[in-house]
T-cell receptor, first 116, second 114 residues
Framework: AQTVTQSQPEMSVQEAETVTLSCTYDTSESNYYLFWYKQPPSRQMILVIRQEAYKQQNATENRFSVNFQKAAKSFSLKISDSQLGDTAMYFCAFMQPTGANSKLTFGKGITLSVRP | GAVVSQHPSWVICKSGTSVKIECRSLDFQATTMFWYRQFPKQSLMLMATSNEGSKATYEQGVEKDKFLINHASLTLSTLTVTSAHPEDSSFYIC??????????FGDGTRLSIL
């Protein structure tokens, strides 16, 4: 079974600064996807970024980028130029895309607070 | 992007009543829909996976007679909480997906049982 570990329950960052959220996972599979989801106080789940395991290049989406280290099974999220609207819970998630039922395995999440 | 609509967003009802929550994929056909439960400041807990036209697959510890799931079409799945009690109060979220694609989430339903 796959597991996803987010060991930091909370982090805080000053507006405009850069912050990195860590995530590690465990799997014996070679083909899988990794995601970061954001859940603001409204509780809507928003996909931030995705990474396919077969791609060596780290995914980027505007201010969000990942550091994907497949051998180390590490998948950290870097948020540059932090904004107040980035305040949210962030969940790292793993998906093995086999068959029709591609379940997500979530980490426990981290609460990020951006200070003005 | 893909849009998933969940309704209602908030429901308050008396203990012993049944509550139905709808999850619709508005602009794509979802072969699979998922139902999650989330307690405050915690992660999402998968309750069940449903495929269109077949019975839902429930996670261990989830009472299938308590949480009835119907996935009648490729765009609609419903979760019915039967004979709800205060301990069923929680935040319920659905998601919809196509094979190998990211799940797209509804906005969630806050259920309060008095």
């Amino acid at each position: 079974a796959q597991t996803v570990t987010q060991s930091q329950p909370e982090m805080s960052v000053q507006e405009a600064e850069t912050v990195t959220l860590s995530c590690t996972y465990d799997t014996s599979e070679s083909n899988y996807y990794l995601f970061w989801y954001k859940q603001p106080p409204s509780r809507q789940m928003i996909l931030v970024i995705r990474q396919e395991a077969y791609k060596q290049q780290n995914a980027t989406e505007n201010r969000f980028s990942v550091n994907f280290q497949k051998a180390a099974k590490s998948f950290s999220l870097k948020i540059s130029d932090s904004q107040l609207g980035d305040t949210a819970m962030y969940f790292c998630a793993f998906m093995q895309p086999t068959g029709a039922n591609s379940k997500l395995t979530f980490g426990k999440g981290i609460t990020l607070s951006v200070r003005p | 992007g893909a849009v998933v609509s969940q309704h209602p967003s908030w429901v308050i009802c008396k203990s012993g009543t049944s509550v139905k929550i709808e999850c619709r994929s508005l602009d794509f056909q979802a072969t699979t829909m998922f139902w999650y439960r989330q307690f405050p400041k915690q992660s999402l807990m998968l309750m069940a996976t449903s495929n269109e036209g077949s019975k839902a697959t429930y996670e261990q510890g989830v009472e299938k007679d308590k949480f009835l799931i119907n996935h009648a079409s490729l765009t609609l799945s419903t979760l019915t909480v039967t004979s709800a009690h205060p301990e069923d109060s929680s935040f319920y979220i659905c998601s919809a997906a196509r094979p190998g694609q990211p799940q797209h989430f509804g906005d969630g339903t806050r259920l309060s049982i008095l």
